[in-house]
Nanobody, 118 residues
């Protein structure tokens, strides 16, 4: 059974930075596509970024150049570095495992709230 635990959310001012972490209990973590998705109030959950086992990445247009996904296959952890944050980035961010470059798998974390506000 896959367990994903996010950390690192919080309140930040516009233009600020945050880094989310997701620790995964997956035996063969290095083979999984890992992703970050977000859901803002009243909106559907959307893809933010994904990374394949080979390191190929895919980003939503709205975060390109500002967000960076990375992974540590020794620590079984995936990260999302978020820079130049905007109020419209406010959402609950979810870690996901087992999908592909453009869509989620069945395993989700509990979510981390990110609020961008002055």
């Amino acid at each position: 059974q896959v367990q994903l635990v996010e950390s690192g959310g919080g309140l930040v001012q516009p233009g600020g930075s945050l880094r989310l972490s997701c620790a995964a209990s997956i035996t063969i973590f290095r083979l999984y596509v890992m992703g970050w998705y977000r859901q803002a109030p009243g909106k559907q959950r959307e893809l933010v970024a994904t990374m394949t086992s080979g390191g190929s990445t895919n980003y939503a247009d709205s975060v390109k150049g500002r967000f960076t996904i990375s992974r540590d296959n020794v620590k079984n952890t995936v990260y999302l570095q978020m820079n130049s944050l905007k109020p419209e980035d406010t959402a609950v961010y979810y870690c996901n495992a087992g999908g592909d470059r453009s869509g989620p798998g069945r395993s989700w974390g509990q979510g981390a709230q990110v609020t961008v506000s002055s």
